[in-house]
């Protein structure tokens, strides 16, 4: 049976609750002007605070109108941030009654300026901080956690963070903001989420230069002294945490796939840029294509990029046309990845095992025309191919051009482009110019934020495909289901539960993908088939379909004080 509800709280509130300044100086239980008259007598608070009690809602409106005094979007996201460190609840409800608004604010695009700006604007402790030389005492240092409690951990090493690069410690910005999803969108509650950076240093040479610069002043240690800094790391989560899911953050593509392989199956853990990319890209696309009223087995795909997020992207939706019908060497061919050497082939001796995978036989482009560098570069492709996806993820600015996609758009009626690169500065293309480039006629879906596209008439969402759409469902799903793994299945079965969701469905018109203020809605939909995934994959235990739901609703937290 599902937790009680008052179990629940009872783990939140301590045996003795804090008193006076101590209990103001508590995040989570912090409620400042909203404590009533009674509670300000019984918890040593009288003489603390303002006279006049406020409700949460008129505490919200105030500390939004703060909000907008704000002059730029750093300066926003350092108020949000204090706000969470001060009250907790309050934070998150104000977020949440403004979700499309603030989501930009507290994660991408914003969060890039303040990973490279970590140093500059840290106020106070969040999260953990793991570096090498403490590296024979990372149990130690994980038992100081702020909590015995922890149901999903972020961990990042700073090095790919978003598409700015090597961040060194200032890389925790990026778990401090999906653990901020995590509960504003899971449901997780806030004091179960530990965000943690792995500082094995950084390559960074500003950073380096920096004065005020907070991580270890070293290069980054590299090769087998990294891979076993990892190991220790993972021994002592399987040790303190054994039952908590571990998710992997902006690792660079040549630790990121290693890593992930190495520990799927023996602890629950996934890697958000490969298989939650993979996941949202596959949602969009499964949508997509059914307003095109086409098959995903149809589809010629062009992947511009061929990292661990392409890669992921690409066995998603291999997986998926696998389901459809189609035998694993017709699947593979109806993918075109390229990388900054042009398109992957047989003939290439540069390929990892996973972009083998995708390489095409060197005799299909034979006689092809060579653009770049002697290469077949993307134009080549499109000229060459009647591509029907095309699919962004280099963080190459403008990579998709007029005469690309005009080309494309030629030989499709209706073209589904993702440029995914994100923060905005690197998303191949914008929004407008797809669709102008189109006349109208692409399904579009992008990796950062964009504003409807105005159009002969015509207002057409723009659905960012961002992560958020999976990893706070996938959360709620293995912690209500209890799971002990994350399997391809389950990112599939939450895949599909997205698209099914997808507004499009109804209107072709409509956008891709739900509409931020309808994510927790989704989430708990696709939390349901994740764990009903994990049954059918062995990794959680039988119970009936009604009692994971009632698990799910009981887990999904609310911003709300408690009396």
Known sequence: MPEPITQRVAEVVPPRIPRGMDLLDTPLLNKSTAFTDEERTRFGLDGLLPPHVETLEEQVVRAYGTYQRKEDDLERHIYLRALQDNNEVLFYRLVLDHIEEMTPIVYTPTVALACQEFS??????????????????IV?????????????????????????????????????????????????????????????????????????????RHERVTGDDYFRFIDQFVEAVKQELPETCLQWEDF????????????????????????????????????????????????????FGAGSAATGVADGLRQAMKEEGLSEQE????????????????????L?????????SENRIDGWPRTTDANVGLAD?????????????????????????????????????????????????????????TDGRALVATGSPFAPVNYNGRKIPIAQCNNVYIFPAMGLGVVAARAQ???????????????????????????????LTDLRRVAAKIAVAVGIQAQKDSVAAQLPEAELRERVTATQWTPAYAS
């Open 120 to 137: 500059h604007i840290y106020r106070r402790p969040r999260g953990m901080f793991i570096s090498y030389p403490q590296r024979e005492s």
């Open 140 to 216: 130690s240092l994980l038992r100081n956690r702020p909590n015995p409690n922890v149901d999903v951990i972020v961990v990042t090493d700073g090095e790919r963070i978003l598409g700015i690069g090597d961040q060194g410690v200032g890389g925790l910005g990026i778990p401090i903001g999906k653990l901020s999803l995590y509960t504003l969108i899971g449901g997780i509650r806030p004091e179960r989420t530990l965000p943690i950076v792995l500082d094995v240093g950084t390559n960074n040479a500003e950073r380096l230069s920096d004065p005020e610069y907070l991580g270890w």
């Open 252 to 303: 660079a593509s040549p630790h990121a796939r290693p890593i992930l392989e190495r520990y799927r199956d023996q602890l629950l853990t996934f890697n958000d840029d490969i298989q939650g990319t993979a996941a949202v890209a596959l949602g969009a696309i499964l949508s997509a294509v059914k307003v095109t009223g086409k098959t995903l087995k149809d589809q010629q795909i062009v992947i």
């Open 331 to 350: 699947a593979r061919t109806r993918f075109w990845l390229l990388n900054s050497k042009g398109v992957l082939h047989s003939g290439r001796k540069d």
């Open 352 to 360: 990892t095992s996973e972009q083998m995978i995708y390489a095409q």
């Open 381 to 437: 492709i499109i000229g060459q191919i009647d591509a029907t996806i095309l699919i962004g993820l280099s963080t190459v600015r403008g990579a998709f051009s007029e005469t690309i996609v005009r080309e494309m758009a030629r030989k499709v009626e209706r073209p589904i482009i993702f440029p995914l690169s994100n923060p905005t500065s690197k998303s191949e293309a914008t929004a407008e110019d797809l669709i102008r480039w």
């Open 485 to 515: 793994r994350v399997t391809d299945a389950m990112m599939l079965a939450a895949a599909r539960t997205l698209a099914a969701n997808s507004p499009a469905l109804k209107d072709a018109s409509a956008s891709l993908l739900p509409p």
